[in-house]
């Protein structure tokens, strides 16, 4: 309505001189992927952004002479509402415009939790890259327990784990080398691992995947107690020898302080009989 009917300077300066007519539209961009991750089930959002544009119509010519930005706004089919070259022809039409917010329209939508899709994980989306999210390390003793979650999924994923590249069914036990122990490598219907009493033959390479996507990477070493304790005792007695390091000299030192002193020192019959006269001190007073 400004464009077509103020008498500002500004706006009458667009409509008698430049002869442009000017119109605020919307230029809408595409919808974004669906938001699925760290929402309710059946609750996923998708969005798309509308940008304020000015459209221009040329209707006449006029004299510009050697104004470059006056030549772009006639040739120009539309212009940012907060564009910079508006701000210097037309201040007071672009404090108007520019101030006007990019518009957000959203809608729901049904997806998978995709964390790289979503931009949580970019780079890691399966075929872009060999490398794994997430790395660590563990190392066990013989005999302890360690359960492990995929990091980034959901029941709604499809995790797969494995051990030095051989799948790990969900649901089931991975069978000992020696049948007459008990499974120690065991994958429930939630997709949780776990190792349990885990010996030499549970040391390995880990991974799992969330719908393809190379998520984590856990290299496992296990250790004996008998080498972890003896360990263990090593290390307690260097700490012995260093206290000992530190208090033995003292120790030594005021021994001889005390021996090349001892002629100054009363003796038991010259504190005796100290200690009496005290006592008759106390008693006269």
């Known amino acids: 309505m400004l464009f077509n009917h103020s008498e500002g300077v500004e706006f009458r300066h667009i409509r008698e001189q430049l002869h442009v007519e000017m119109e605020m539209v ?12 760290g929402r309710p089930k ?3 959002i998708r969005k798309k952004v509308g940008y304020c544009r000015i459209k221009l119509t040329q209707k ?6 050697n104004n470059t930005d006056l030549h772009f706004i006639k040739n120009a089919n539309e212009i940012a509402c907060r564009s910079k070259i508006l701000g210097r022809i037309l201040p007071g039409v672009s404090n108007l415009t520019r101030i006007i917010p990019n518009f957000v329209q959203t809608e729901a939508c049904q997806g998978t939790c995709n964390p790289d899709a979503e931009g949580f994980s970019k780079g890691w989306k399966a075929g872009k890259t060999s490398a794994f999210k997430y790395r660590k390390i563990f190392v066990l003793a013989e005999g302890s327990h360690l359960t492990l979650v995929c990091p980034e999924s959901t029941l709604e ?6 051990k030095n590249g051989k799948v790990l069914e969900a649901g089931k036990s991975v069978t000992p080398p020696n049948p007459e122990d008990e499974p120690r490598i065991i994958v429930d219907t939630f997709n949780t691992l776990y190792l349990v009493s ?14 393809d996507i190379r998520m984590q990477q856990i290299i496992i070493f296990t250790i004996s107690k008998a080498r972890i304790l003896t360990q263990a005792f090593v290390r307690h007695m260097m700490y012995l020898g260093l206290v000992l390091s530190l208090t033995l000299p003292c120790y030594c030192a005021g021994l001889v302080i005390v021996c090349s002193k001892k002629r100054t020192y009363k003796n038991y ?7 009496a006269r005290k006592h008759r001190y106390l008693k006269l007073t």
């Open 157 to 162: 994923n499809k995790v797969v784990w494995k």
């Open 198 to 211: 885990v010996k030499e033959s549970e040391e390995g390479n880990y991974t799992c995947q969330v719908d």
């Open 42 to 44: 059946d609750e996923g």
């Open 269 to 275: 019959e010259e504190l005796k009989e100290e200690d």
């Open 60 to 65: 006449g010519s006029a004299s510009l002479q």
């Open 26 to 37: 919307t230029i809408w961009g595409p919808w974004g992927i669906c938001q699925v991750c």
